[in-house]
């Protein structure tokens, strides 16, 4: 279909809370859908929100077989989640470096559950319902912040594990390990 710009740190729409898909939605969302992944595989992404091209909905995309950029990372089912709910389901974390398509070039390391479900519906209304772990659940949770208006960079405990990627790639406090979606 079409790659669409995506928006970048600083735009007032990535601080926006989104709407809920609503069922009568559901038939014009599939070109929306296709947009989604053609701009996610366009820039090697493993994960896009709706909010990141301008579409205030409840829809994230992601998902690959595999990717250069992440050449150490298990593999993610493609999956378009809409109106998703996700619940931690331990206490165990991890801490890992993410990037995201809006925030080209740079890095942060991020704790997050490292066990999740996530509910939803894919476009054409069947129930999702998963237990992940590891880089799956990070992506899945990167992409479902950009639904409530969050950016990785506002999880950053410390600040000094944040710059740009060719920086942090010379440091010895850099794992290149990268989460980009």
């Not at 947009?35 to 205030?56: E, K, N, S, V, Y």
């Not at 999740?116 to 476009?123: E, H, L, P, V």
């Not at 949770?141 to 405990?157: A, M, P, S, T």
């Amino acid at each position: 279909m079409a790659v669409k710009n995506v928006l970048r740190i600083g735009d007032p729409i990535l601080n926006m809370l989104s709407e809920p898909v609503t069922e009568s939605e559901y038939k014009n969302i599939h070109t929306v859908v296709e947009d989604m992944f053609d701009t996610m595989r366009h820039l090697q992404g493993a994960g896009l929100a709706a909010p990141q091209i301008g579409i205030m909905k409840r829809l994230v995309i992601f998902g690959f077989e595999s990717n250069p950029r992440y050449p150490d990372a298990e593999s993610v089912p493609e999956t378009v989640l809409i109106n998703p709910v996700i619940e931690p389901l331990d206490s165990s974390t991890d801490q890992e470096w993410e990037g995201c398509l809006s925030i080209p070039g740079m890095r942060g390391l991020v704790e997050r559950p490292n066990r999740i479900r996530y509910r939803g519906t894919d476009q054409h209304g069947n129930i999702i319902d998963r237990e992940v772990d590891g880089f799956h659940a990070r992506v899945v949770q990167h992409e479902c912040d950009h639904l409530d208006g969050i950016l990785y960079v506002q999880r950053i405990k410390d600040m000094r594990d944040f710059g740009f990627t060719e920086e942090l790639d010379q440091s010895l406090q850099y794992n290149p390990a990268p989460c980009d979606t």
